[in-house]
């Protein structure tokens, strides 16, 4: 593998695109690395970005584009780098029908030369033309193999969606998973009709979420991280779902809360916003570094923030808990497409045994008659409702209660449970459990 300083658009890409199973960063935050690096103008820049998402989204199908004229070799057998230029170009070829298909074949030509390897050039030429004049028809079955080629899935993740939606509702999660995700924000002001007004005059447009009260969409703004309005911290990027577990948790002044794995702090500096200086928030993390920078996030009176591992006991207790558990981030795949290649169903099962851990120990912290929030950004039901109902099951002193009536959640809810779906939120995929500690 040669390694080079990448120097326009598509060798950004690849380079970026090399980092897809590394655990570490999302290929978002690597991108943006490497762009500055490479001194990037913002036509080049839009389409490095275009060529990382949209390669690592329809990943799955671009394999089974190409398979058909391989041969007598398989997708494994590939060097990694040719692997990926061809992907990448088998992107381009199909979804973006703006560039000339001859641009496409030399410049993978170029790519392979320079980070592979003369050796590699012919290769790539002759199946690239070989795709352009022989085009084949590539068919998908039904099934959860045929859903997950067609659409750029693993398959173990289109059988636990089957588990969880008809037909009809799989296909249509699929293809939201490889569309853009909306910008929401929630508006931290009081005056939420003016912040809006704000962020028109800034030349955006501005549409209210589905649910969430205080969440909206921010659409066309021409630069709303760097907009007054921002600088100013009139409103914060929050995804609907994760606006709407807080609204769960149910804060009341004066209330004392935990939240328990609190890092980066969105839903921290919602609880801190709801208490309005009257109450206690302690926000907690493993991390230190998350730590160091969750506590300039949320700052304000009575805030509180610490390192703690949430599997190890506080000797306190609260009148709200709110446990967002570690999990596989399953839902937010629209957001961060390579998490669907990182993972495997084994990860589901070492999650949902640290989550049960967690939770456990959560529950000690709890007073009395007061309510605790458990929540993963993954609608996994494993990760959920399955936990949840053997959390139940051994903790008897714990009930599943719905939300207060006027709470936004209410219509929701389902037994104190709650599944966001992103077919009919347009958010991210979430699970809320709203539990109570008996008085008696």
């Not at 980092?19 to 290929?27: A, H, M, Q, V, Y």
Request: net charge neutral; charged share 25%.
């Amino acid at each position: 593998m040669k390694r080079r300083r990448p120097s326009d658009a598509r060798s950004v890409a690849l380079m970026v695109l090399r980092s897809l199973e590394d655990e570490t960063t999302f290929l978002q935050f690597k991108l943006d690395q490497v762009v500055k690096q490479a001194g990037l103008d913002g036509r080049d820049r839009r389409l490095a970005w275009n060529l990382v998402l949209g390669t690592a989204r329809w990943l799955g199908h671009l394999d089974a584009q190409i398979e058909p004229y391989l041969r007598k070799r398989r997708l494994d057998q590939l060097e990694p780098d040719v692997l990926m230029i061809l992907r990448l170009a088998t992107f381009q070829l199909r979804f973006m029908d703006r560039i000339p298909e001859h641009a496409i074949v030399n410049s993978s030509v170029v790519l392979a030369k320079a980070f592979v390897g003369p050796r590699a050039t012919g290769f790539v030429n002759g199946l690239l033309r070989n795709m352009i004049r022989h085009p084949k028809d590539v068919s998908f079955s039904n099934g959860a193999d045929g859903i997950a080629r067609r659409y750029g899935h693993p398959a173990w993740l289109v059988e636990q969606y089957l588990e969880l939606m008809p037909l009809d509702a799989v296909v249509k999660r699929c293809q939201l998973n490889n569309e853009p995700a909306p910008l929401t924000i929630r508006i931290c002001h009081q005056d939420i009709d003016a912040v809006v007004q704000a962020l028109m005059d800034e030349g955006a447009t501005v549409n209210r979420c589905t649910v969430a009260p205080d969440g909206f969409y921010l659409v066309d703004h021409p630069d709303p991280f760097g907009s007054l309005s921002f600088k100013n911290k009139q409103w914060a990027v929050q995804d609907e779902a994760s606006q709407l577990v807080v609204d769960l948790l149910d804060v009341q002044p004066e209330h004392t809360v935990w939240d328990a794995c609190a890092a980066p702090g969105g839903k921290a500096r919602y609880i801190r916003d709801r208490l309005a200086g009257t109450g206690r928030l302690l926000a907690t993390d493993i991390n230190e570094d998350k730590v160091t920078a969750l506590g300039q996030t949320i700052a304000g009176p009575g805030v509180t923030v610490k390192r703690h591992d949430a599997a190890d006991p506080l000797h306190q207790t609260f009148d709200r808990v709110l446990l967002d558990a570690p999990c596989t981030a399953l839902g937010l795949i629209r957001r961060h497409p390579e998490i669907r290649w990182r993972r495997q169903p084994s990860d589901v099962t070492d999650r949902t045994q640290y989550q049960s851990r967690l939770l456990d120990n959560a529950s000690d912290h709890v007073s009395k008659g007061g309510i605790m929030v458990y929540s993963v950004c993954s609608d996994i039901p494993d990760e959920g409702q399955l936990l949840i109902d053997a959390f139940i099951a051994r903790r008897p002193e714990f009930e599943l209660v719905p939300p207060a009536p006027d709470s936004a959640t209410g219509p929701l809810t389902t037994g104190g449970m709650i599944r966001f779906d992103p077919n009919q939120l347009n958010c991210d995929g979430f699970f809320g459990a709203r539990l109570r500690r008996k008085t008696d």
